[in-house]
């Protein structure tokens, strides 16, 4: 498993890499200084690795800490899901490799196999958004103990003052935050169902002071998919306008203010059942981190049949629908009207399932990254082409607040899209130490 994890890896930086199935103990080994070996057949041993720990790990949710065969099914899914869409939608001049339909079909065939067979252990579900008597909802994200949670597929456990890590600290402590973008929060639906362009809610975004003082969009957000609330704070704060997330309200001085380069500030992953100190310390933070999860399954299972052409109301039912409406949105159909923001060139369908696994993966894994790599859409994270990428907050009632067109800039550097981007370049010390090893295209 791990050998399938780490090539999968492999391929998805470097694209063609060598493929090796023994131990290499010595240099004069011919594998050593061996030539890279073709993308698609390296993903074929890896699919071959991945249904080797399938068919011989065991069943095991009493202890998602553990291997087994549940968790190489979740891995299994992501990593054909990914080779499946990316064989689909390559191509001859960006990725040294035309597309390859037969091979699609079969990893995104073993994408639902992989899902369908999560799905059908009785342990998984989704579990409600029920707010605790302060109105906390805790999540996945935020947990202090994954143990009982039904969602964790597998996940790392950590305890305070012994295992800990950093995530939390970086969304509540002073250090300006790299938030949430303007095209980011325009990817989630109003609660009509419908995007931006179409619906007929309340579309204001402009943030006006409440009754405390600070800056709100609370009237923004209660219109929207529930995800967006738990995903950014109600208050907007940058340069100027710190604001402190004090819930609940620490013993002793507050800690230091909160800052956004966007304004917008991340929610998600912070948990107030840890003390003040050990949320807003560097690397004293104790939730638990779901490294697979059930959501991901069932976005997973609908993108794959959706990209088959096989997909069903039924399958949408079992998957996304569930999805949004635990986000008290309403049910996907297989003909979803029209989003003039479609600009990927693909279905109606396959924009919202996009749209959807996009709402509920922000942050989360590099997900969004590997996305737009593997639907051949990297382009848009240019920022000359698209420049809500770099946009923040509507401070347009703020005085003083530097702004394009009302929003915040969540800052002045420039992205620019090159093809070349599609692969990573080959370190130069690996092409020195092996005259078979070339440099990817245009890295030269």
């Given at each position: ?29 011919p594998a050593t200084y061996g030539p890279r070996n073709d993308a698609d057949s390296v993903m074929l041993h890896v ?77 998984f579900k989704l579990n409600d958004w029920t707010p605790d008597n302060s109105g906390k909802i805790y999540t996945i ?304």
């Open positions: 498993l791990n050998r399938a994890k780490e090539y999968a890896e492999l391929v998805k930086l470097y694209g063609d890499i060598q493929w090796e199935d023994h131990v290499i103990t010595t240099v004069s080994d699919l071959d690795d991945l249904n080797f720990a399938v068919d011989n790990l065991p069943n095991n949710t009493s202890d998602r800490t553990q291997w087994s065969k549940e968790m190489a099914l979740a891995m299994k899914s992501d990593i054909c899901l990914y080779w499946g869409t990316y064989c689909k939608y390559r191509t001859q001049a960006d990725n040294g490799k035309a597309p390859n339909a037969e091979l699609s079909k079969k990893f995104l065939t073993e994408c639902t196999k992989a899902s369908e067979a999560i799905m059908g252990e009785s342990f994200y935020n947990s202090l103990d994954l143990s009982g949670n039904h969602e964790a597929i597998f996940y790392h456990h950590y305890v305070m003052d012994v295992t800990q890590h950093g995530l939390c600290d970086y969304t509540c402590s002073s250090s300006t935050q790299k938030g949430m973008t303007k095209d980011c929060i325009d990817a989630f639906l109003f609660k009509d169902g419908k995007p931006l362009a179409t619906t007929t809610m309340n579309t204001d975004d402009k943030a006006v002071k409440n009754a405390k003082g600070d800056w709100s969009i609370q009237h923004f957000l209660k219109n929207k998919d529930k995800r967006l609330s738990l995903l950014v704070d109600s208050i907007i704060s940058f340069k100027g306008h710190g604001w402190v997330r004090n819930e609940p309200s620490p013993d002793g001085p507050l800690p230091a203010q909160m800052t956004s380069s966007t304004g917008y500030t991340v929610y998600k992953y912070d948990n107030p059942q840890m003390t003040i100190s050990y949320r807003t310390n560097t690397n004293t933070n104790y939730t638990d981190i779901p490294l697979y999860w059930y959501p991901v399954i069932l976005l997973n299972e609908a993108e794959a049949k959706a990209e088959l052409g096989t997909i069903t109301q039924d399958d949408l039912d079992k998957t996304v629908n569930l999805l949004l409406k635990r986000a008290e949105l309403p049910n996907m159909t297989l003909t979803p009207e029209a989003d003039p923001a479609n600009n990927m060139g693909v279905s109606n369908l396959i924009w919202e399932i996009r749209r959807c696994r996009r709402c509920e993966l922000v942050c989360d894994m590099n997900y969004r990254y590997w996305d737009l790599i593997r639907w051949h859409q990297l382009d848009k994270l240019d920022t000359n082409k698209y420049p809500n990428a770099n946009l923040g907050a509507n401070v347009s009632n703020i005085p003083g607040a530097s702004n394009t067109n009302g929003y915040l800039n969540g800052t002045d550097a420039k992205r620019t899209f090159d093809h070349k981007y599609y692969l990573y370049p080959v370190p130069t010390n690996e092409i020195l130490l092996n005259d078979k090893i070339k440099q990817n295209p245009n890295w030269e």
